[in-house]
């Protein structure tokens, strides 16, 4: 290339020396004068420099036109000396004409931007042939004369940018001399060229020629030399017919043919040669394109009139636009495209457009050149050129389609093996990976497993650490019991129910209230060498706080009979704080303790307020936190440890209690985990125990009766036969496995058809149906026994307290009897004292419980539930030990308030509830010490208490509009008298639960006045037409039913008093 380039300046110096000599030449014909005589005129010279130009043009003009293919060279035209003087030479000046400056870098500081911008708009007119102005400008700048370009008329499409770069292709050649001037110079014929330059001075300038549009003859483009191969595998193939199965089958073979005449002919000697591979793409009848060509089976007749009309109207862009076509060809020869139409308009502009950037001069590249499917962004671009691109596109969307065109074998070949060896890449990445994920969780799960060891580690040596200390202030509280009851001490009452997570979800909305509902435990203030520290679980109201501090502000004017007396003042001694963190756990229905321990603040102030005094800490139902609070707050528990009440505080551990104490129990079994155990044990009892008509089922972790299920044995199909077999027997005989091995294997077979259709949850709200129960039942544990034969059944509640000094004492703090709902074995609220059962024999076996409770290490408060009835073959009353709850009881909260409001008090020996009458001033009026000195008869007191009472209108009535109600109703409590209606507020926001207390002279009265308060109050505060709700409905049918049996002791109490008398006048 350097070669071609020297050589072709060569031939510029030559014809720039050439132009120097004519000029000399005109410049010396002026100065020839004619000689007289009509002598000729000297003309060597001329001759000499004509002989001398054609001598240089004929031995550089192979040379030169070889070097033009590249390179774009202009001669310049001679001009008449006339018309213009001055003339620029074209090719570089001789530089020793020029004189010699010396650079000058202060002077000459670079061209001004004006002239930047000048020369620049030079450079792309010079680079621009087709531009209207370039004409001028070289004419002006360089000399050159352009002849004058045919005008654009209106409908030929202006080109939207000049094609900068090679306009040749890399291998094409132009034919003959005169295709080297590229800017539509007068084509030169071979005569021309053979005569030389001089033949070209002497012709006349034809105006009219230049003024004509001149239309260069389109180059015949040859093809590459390596391209052969795939020349020769695009050539079509003979013989191949298509199949049925084939897309092509089942489309028209009609083919619309170009506009024009010729094209048609072409048209039709294409479908002839290939027409057994032609498919319905069909081109539009009229052509939006003013240059279209048709390319058939990726191949483009160069021979066809309108692709030549195409070629000679864009001849200047012959370079880049011969590489595009050839890259459209070979896409369309790789999707075995039949017929494509392109608009030759399209393809111009989008070659002018520069967006066409080809990495070679063949047609790979990417996209389907690579055996590929998909198509690149420039031969999508390419694609749209075609004016029925949407048919062809449809060809090219068809699956396989890449395939059936050139070299399809391969690129098959090439995708089966890269879809092969993606799926090997792939199934190795996804195994490394997994790997890779499996050491990563692998070693996670390792780091937790250590650090949840390593925590759980501290957690368990804290937690013994807390154990320790705890035992070593109980015991510390055990040695100065004695010491500690009777002197200046602090209690805090802090009413936690620790039960398990799940029961407290359970009780979602109800929690709160029900731990907030032992504030009679402030009645404890009324001893003057006490002050009383409540936690409550949420923040208690003005209006909650004042009822209970005037409450017990009455202590003098109960005992002097006179609402009118000064106000105690043991109010003072009564803190009720609440946790700062009750707030910061509004969905996890935590208990007290655990949102104590939460609390540091509360924490700190509680030790502030028992620094210096004796303290401890009284709880309800145990759990672990609690010995957390008691190392923060350096006090002992009133209460067993949390895994001795976890251990003892279920069914089965009530009856492991009940059978060391050696008190009678029900029969039953527990510790049943298992559905097998759990159908030999029932079998079992039914043989042993043929009286019993109903059979309970109780959970373990259940709580108030909800963990309760009941069956009937009477459904049993073979209960009669077995009844027979007994009677058959004696009873001796019936006691041993023999006689009762039939009858054994029967039950077996009938149980669990029994329980599966005829056993009931208690409460259908927790347990809606027998398999959720029995699901609960064996994952909890539970145990099996055997409700009173008998009609006429009686529940008793019992408080203990079994004090922790040496020796231990068991204190029996109150007893009731229970009353229940329709289901019997809900627990609704009771009355105090009880009158069911021998208060010697009751004392007897509350100690022989409380005794076997302290040699296990159950210290504190602990309610102990019994049953009495009478045996229906011996009509013997009966006792049994059902259940035994450790923690303060919500009776022995209320019996605490009642015993402060009457001045009343409960001996247990006795079964008496004594209220002495108030004291009398004899003339003057007595001191209180004296009052208390004088003797006084004791008159006694029945009372009703009911726990909680349920009603949802309640919250819609503030206190104190409750109170002038229930004033205005007659519902209050006689100082005087000691004896009325007392209520338990549980709650300042929710307001629909509270406790009442009703206190009378005899148990029929107390009975009568608390029915009466419920409808009352359900008439006050419900509207005029709702129905009582179900659970006043129940309470007040029992406590009707306990009037009625009432009713009927006290007349048969008096008919045997009058019998007696009778018996006695007679004798």
Not at 140 to 161: C, D, H, I
């Amino acid at each position: 290339m350097a070669e071609i380039l020297r050589k072709g300046d060569e031939i510029g110096r030559v014809l720039v020396q050439v132009q120097d000599d004519l000029k000399q030449l005109k410049r010396s014909l002026h100065r020839v004068t004619l000689q007289d005589g009509g002598e000729s005129l000297d003309t060597r010279a001329l001759e000499t420099a004509i002989h001398r130009t054609e001598c240089g043009i004929q031995r550089h003009t192979e040379e030169y036109l070889k070097s033009v293919n590249k390179h774009i060279l202009t001669l310049p035209c001679i001009e008449n000396i006339e018309t213009k003087t001055v003339q620029i030479p074209q090719w570089r000046p001789p530089l020793e004409s020029l004189p010699g400056r010396r650079h000058e870098k202060s002077l000459n500081a670079g061209p001004s931007p004006g002239q930047k911008h000048k020369t620049a708009f030079m450079l792309r007119l010079v680079s621009n042939p087709v531009h209207p102005k370039i004409r001028d400008v070289m004419a002006q700048s360089y000399g050159v004369q352009f002849p004058e370009l045919p005008r654009r008329t209106a409908n030929t499409m202006p080109m939207k940018k000049a094609v900068t770069g090679r306009t040749v292709g890399a291998l094409a050649i132009v034919q003959g001399g005169g295709r080297s001037n590229l800017f539509l110079a007068p084509p030169l014929s071979e005569e021309d060229m053979r005569a030389g330059l001089a033949s070209l001075l002497e012709r006349p300038c034809d105006l009219e020629l230049a003024e004509t549009t001149v239309l260069p003859k389109a180059a015949q483009l040859h093809l590459r030399e390596d391209a052969g191969s795939s020349e020769r595998a695009c050539k079509p193939r003979k013989h191949v017919t298509l199949s049925k199965d084939t897309p092509e089958a089942h489309a028209p073979m009609a083919v619309t043919p170009p506009s024009s005449a010729a094209s048609k002919k072409s048209d039709k000697r294409l479908v002839a040669r290939r027409g057994t591979r032609l498919m319905s793409l069909t081109s539009p009848a009229t052509p939006n394109s003013k240059f279209p060509f048709v390319i058939m089976e990726g191949q483009t007749d160069v021979t066809a009139p309108d692709f030549c009309r195409f070629q000679q109207h864009y001849c200047l862009c012959g370079g880049e636009l011969q590489d595009a076509l050839r890259r459209l060809e070979h896409v369309l020869r790789c999707f075995a495209v039949p017929m494509a139409l392109v608009s030759g308009e399209r393809l111009v502009a989008l070659v002018q457009s520069g967006a066409l950037e080809f990495r070679g001069h063949g047609g790979g590249g990417g996209g389907a050149g690579e055996h590929g499917c998909r198509l690149s962004a420039l031969e999508i671009r390419l694609l749209l050129t075609l004016e029925n691109h949407e048919e062809v596109w449809e060809v090219l969307e068809r699956p396989g389609r890449r395939y059936w065109g050139v070299a399809g074998k391969e690129a098959a070949a090439v995708r089966l093996q890269a879809c092969w060896r993606r799926h090997r890449a792939r199934t190795a990445y996804l195994e490394q990976r997994r790997r890779r994920w499996a050491e990563g969780t692998i070693a996670i799960a390792w780091l937790m497993h250590a650090q949840l060891g390593r925590v759980r580690k501290a957690l368990q040596a804290r937690r013994l650490r807390s154990l320790q200390n705890c035992r070593r202030r109980a015991k510390y509280l055990a040695d100065n019991w004695k010491h500690i009851s009777t002197s200046r001490r602090t209690i805090i009452h802090i009413p936690s129910l620790g039960y398990t997570q799940e029961q407290r979800f359970s009780l979602w909305g109800l929690f709160d209230i029900m731990q907030n509902s032992q504030m009679g435990r402030l009645c404890d203030v009324l001893d003057d060498n006490v002050d009383v520290i409540y936690l409550a679980p949420k923040p208690v109201g003005e209006d909650l706080s004042q009822y209970y501090t005037r409450l017990l502000a009455l202590k003098k004017a109960v005992q002097l009979g006179n609402p009118d007396a000064p106000k105690h003042p043991c109010a003072s001694r009564i803190t009720i704080l609440t946790p700062d963190s009750w707030q910061h756990f509004p969905t996890h229905n935590m208990c007290l303790s655990t949102m104590l321990w939460h609390s540091p603040r509360t924490l700190q102030r509680i030790r502030n307020l028992i620094q210096g005094r004796q303290a401890y800490i009284v709880g309800a139902v145990p759990h672990p936190d609690d010995l957390l609070v008691a190392e923060e707050l350096d006090v002992p528990i009133l209460s067993p440890e949390p895994a001795v009440a976890a251990l003892y505080g279920t069914k089965s551990g009530g009856r492991r209690v009940f059978n060391a104490a050696g008190v009678p129990v029900p029969p039953g079994q527990r510790d049943i985990y298992t559905l097998q155990q759990l159908h030999e044990t029932l079998a079992h009892l039914i043989t042993n125990h043929m009286e019993v008509r109903r059979w309970l089922l109780k959970m373990d972790s259940e709580l108030g009766g909800r963990g309760t299920a009941y069956c009937d044995v009477c459904h049993l199909g073979s209960l009669a036969w077995a009844q027979q077999q007994q009677a058959r027997h004696q009873p001796k005989h019936w006691d041993t496995e023999w006689a009762k091995e039939e009858v054994l294997i029967r039950f077996l077979e009938e149980v669990p058809q029994l329980l599966a259709q005829h056993a009931r949850p208690s409460n259908g709200t927790i347990y809606s149906t027998w398999e959720l129960f029995l699901a609960h039942f064996l994952r909890y544990g539970g145990v099996v026994e055997a409700y009173p034969p008998s009609e006429s059944v009686t529940c008793l509640t019992v408080d203990l307290l079994v004090e922790p000094a040496a020796g231990g004492e068991v204190r029996v703090l109150c007893c009731g009897d229970q009353f229940h709902g329709p289901s019997g074995l809900e627990v609704l609220g009771s009355s105090v004292p009880q009158t069911s059962v021998c208060p010697e024999a009751l004392h007897r076996l509350c100690r022989r419980v409380g005794t076997a409770c302290l040699d296990r290490g159950i210290l504190g408060y602990l309610s102990l539930d019994l049953v009495t009835f009478l045996h229906p073959s011996t009509m013997e009353q009966q006792v049994w030990a059902i259940d035994l709850d450790l923690g303060y009881s919500n009776q022995l909260a209320l019996t605490q308030l009642t015993l402060a409001l009457s001045g009343a008090t409960l001996d247990c020996r006795t079964s008496r509830l004594e209220v002495p009458p108030p004291i009398k001033e004899k003339g003057a009026l007595l001191s209180f010490a004296e009052a208390k000195a004088q003797p006084a008869p004791v008159t006694s007191r029945y009372a009703v208490i009911g726990h909680r009472l349920l009603h949802t209108n309640l919250s819609m009535v503030h206190y104190s509009v409750f109170f002038q109600m229930c004033k205005a109703q007659g519902i209050g409590f006689d100082i005087k008298e000691r004896q009325g209606t007392l209520f338990a507020l549980h709650d300042s926001t929710e307001r629909y639960s509270l406790g009442m207390v009703t206190l009378c002279e005899d148990l029929q009265g107390a009975l009568m006045t608390f029915a009466r308060n419920l409808s009352v109050i359900h008439q006050e505060i419900s509207a005029p037409n709702m129905p009582i709700l179900r659970f006043l409905k129940d309470m007040i049918k029992d406590i009707e039913a306990v009037l009625g049996l009432t009713i009927q002791n006290k007349t048969q109490e008096k008919t045997g008093q009058t019998d007696g008398r009778t018996s006695t006048d007679k004798d």
